[in-house]
């Protein structure tokens, strides 16, 4: 059976369904929303179907960028406690990961999985720890682990608003859409039925994927190298979208992630990425514009 933690979340809603529409035995299990899961989280680390995962989708913890930069025990808290309560109830499963890529805060320019992880970040250094408690679980059970650090989803419905969300009101409104500092942060986005496409498969397959291995660690990351202006850009014409310089950006991301061994992994899972500029197009559309 495969259970997904954090059903209720923006990507984790989206692996559930997925495994509803690949007909997979499985569980959702959320924190808030009882509406988007089986059963709650408390309630599922005492029960009989922990024992029953072969294989966990994790997609819990914090995702807000802003709350560890203010309050970095709370975010630890959010990133951590769980993870620790898995721990203790004697977890044996199979994990896949969401990380972020904002663990390689603090470099510049091209960044792959071999590239050291020494964030200077409070969310990049929240989102190590989480990796280094999901290693614990996995490595003390000799299961097997997929780390994927994100750099961004994108879709309807998320529970903040971000850039694809702002862009969509600011095309509606006709207001201008105000980018951060120079719009030079990379953002590098996928659309997050895809993410919870890769997710979901990678723990159909993740035995035969990883082999004699017990570890990978994979940037989850489009195949464009784009930043917030690009993707701007690409788009004010057609739309009439206006915009404006606004602020300071307070963490710009200046790494590139790079994507090769995501495509090579995406290969033998049988998955295709299609091209960035028309995943945004559909989003567009989905919202009638």
């Known amino acids: 059976?495969?259970?997904?933690?954090?059903?209720?979340?923006?990507?984790?809603?989206?692996?559930?369904?997925?495994?509803?529409?690949?007909?997979?035995?499985?569980?959702?299990?959320?924190?808030?929303?009882?509406?988007?899961?089986n059963i709650h989280f408390e309630e599922y680390i005492g029960s009989e179907l922990l024992k029953e995962t072969d294989t966990l989708v994790i997609t819990a913890g914090n995702s807000n960028h802003n709350l560890p930069r203010h309050n970095f025990t709370e975010a630890l808290k959010m990133d951590l406690s769980y993870l620790e309560k898995l721990e203790k109830a004697e977890l044996r499963a199979d994990i896949v990961f969401l990380s972020s890529a904002a663990v390689y805060y603090g470099h510049e320019g091209k960044v792959d999985e071999e590239t050291s992880v020494e964030p200077l970040d409070y969310y990049g250094l929240s989102?190590?720890?989480?990796?280094?408690?999901?290693?614990?679980?996995?490595?003390?059970?000799?299961?097997?682990?997929?780390?994927?650090?994100?750099?961004?989803?994108?879709?309807?419905?998320?529970?903040?608003?971000?850039?694809?969300?702002?862009?969509?009101?600011?095309?509606?409104t006709g207001?201008?859409?105000?980018?951060?500092?120079?719009?030079?942060?990379?953002?590098?986005?996928?659309?997050?039925?895809?993410?919870?496409?890769?997710?979901?498969?990678?723990?159909?397959?993740?035995?035969?994927?990883?082999?004699?291995?017990?570890?990978?660690?994979?940037?989850?990351?489009?195949k464009e190298e784009v930043r917030v202006i690009d993707i701007v850009k690409s788009i004010e014409n057609k739309y009439d979208l206006k915009w404006v310089f606004s602020g300071q950006e307070e963490s710009p991301v200046k790494f590139i992630v790079k994507s090769r061994k995501l495509e090579n992994f995406l290969t033998r899972l049988g998955i295709e990425i299609e091209p960035l500029n028309r995943s945004i197009e559909r989003f567009l559309v989905s919202y009638g514009l």
């Open 175 to 222: 207001a201008p859409l105000k980018i951060t500092g120079k719009g030079e942060s990379y953002i590098n986005p996928v659309p997050v039925e895809k993410v919870a496409e890769i997710l979901i498969k990678s723990a159909l397959e993740i035995r035969k994927a990883l082999g004699e291995k017990k570890l990978e660690v994979i940037n989850l990351t489009s």
């Open 1 to 37: 059976m495969v259970t997904i933690i954090g059903s209720d979340g923006f990507v984790g809603h989206r692996v559930k369904k997925w495994a509803e529409c690949l007909k997979i035995n499985h569980t959702g299990v959320y924190f808030e929303d009882k509406e988007k899961g």
């Open 127 to 172: 989102k190590l720890y989480s990796e280094y408690m999901v290693r614990l679980i996995a490595g003390k059970t000799g299961k097997k682990l997929i780390i994927y650090r994100l750099t961004n989803a994108f879709g309807k419905n998320e529970k903040r608003k971000r850039l694809f969300d702002n862009i969509i009101e600011c095309i509606k």
